[in-house]
């Protein structure tokens, strides 16, 4: 009897090992999307997979000298994400730009809560997603207090870009693979990039090869960039860093967590971008009915 025990408690500790195993190499895997854009797939949900991978760990059948260090670098993992949600610190700065950033979902029908709420905010920027023909409406809507405007739709939804800034003339663009729309504002700061972004999913799906196409693009902008958007990806992304890198701009935080995954598993895949030298802080705003939140964000320049 007490040998089958034995046997049993073996089998499950191996089993948990396996496990253990698994959910490692997949948390290893979340930081190879500069390798596979599986790796930014696998990173969306590096969160959980780091707890997972840690309880397993413990439970394992390894040597208490090595599981307990892997259990203590995935907590210190752990720790550092939970530390992304933390709020910025509060700083009595009056916001050099304020914008509004919200994916509208092609399936919306009701946007008078998020006019209002676009009326009491009152930002200099607005960028919006997955414009449609059905709600187009809302750009002109907003066309008196934010007469800068620009639509780039190539397909049934696209991305637009608003401003009560003057922009200068000229200087806008349309990707040529839908996913941007820019152009360049005349600013009490000097010339500002503001840029609209969306691309699809991660891998399965085209979100790599929609990228390698978008990037060009904002390679080419000489002057500060700021973009937001539905990334469909996370801060610690590789495509975020490619972002980053083309456009000379670095993600303001806190993370939000914009998007419910079937309403239930939250993700922070919209994010704002602003120009190296500016700090700010970003809050989630209501959905609105929309399938996102939206994203209110507060930049001032670092020197002033």
């Known amino acids: 009897m007490r040998q089958e025990r034995h046997r049993k408690v073996r089998r499950v ?73 933390l709020p910025v610190a509060n700083r009595q700065a009056v916001p050099d730009f304020t914008l509004y950033q919200q994916n509208l979902w092609v399936n919306g029908q009701d946007y008078d809560q998020l006019l209002d709420q676009i009326a009491q905010t009152n930002p200099d920027m607005i960028t919006l997603q997955e414009v449609s023909q059905g709600n187009e409406g809302v750009l002109e809507q907003l066309r008196t207090q934010y007469p800068s405007q620009l639509l ?33 504002l005349e600013t009490p700061q000097g010339p500002v990039w503001l840029v609209s972004y969306h691309v699809s999913w991660p891998w399965p799906f085209g979100q790599a090869e929609q990228l390698a196409q978008l990037l060009p693009h904002l390679e080419t902008l000489q002057e500060p960039v700021i973009l937001a958007g539905d990334f469909n990806a996370v801060a610690w992304s590789h ?38 030298g500016y700090g700010g802080r970003t809050i989630r705003m ?19």
């Open 239 to 276: 495509a975020m860093s490619q972002v980053e890198k083309a456009t000379g701009s670095l993600r303001l935080g806190p993370q939000q967590h914009s998007y419910y995954l079937k309403n239930r598993w939250p993700l922070a895949i919209d994010h704002v971008l602003a120009p190296k």
């Open 13 to 85: 500790r191996l089993f948990v090992t396996i496990v253990s195993v698994t959910f490692l190499a997949l948390v290893a895997g979340s930081f190879l999307g500069g390798v596979h854009p599986a790796g930014d797939s696998l990173a969306v949900f590096r969160r959980e997979l780091l707890v997972l991978a840690t309880l397993a760990v413990i439970w394992s059948a390894w040597p208490r000298g090595l599981r307990w260090p892997i259990a203590g670098l995935g907590l210190m993992a752990l720790a550092w994400h939970a530390a992304q949600l």
């Open 152 to 184: 780039c739709r190539k397909i049934h939804i696209g991305e637009a870009v608003l401003s009560r800034f003057p922009k200068v003339p000229g200087r806008e663009f349309c990707s040529e693979r839908d996913g941007l729309a820019g152009m360049l």
């Open 286 to 304: 209501p959905n609105f009915l929309q399938d996102h939140h939206g994203i209110l964000a507060q930049l001032w320049r670092e020197d002033r």
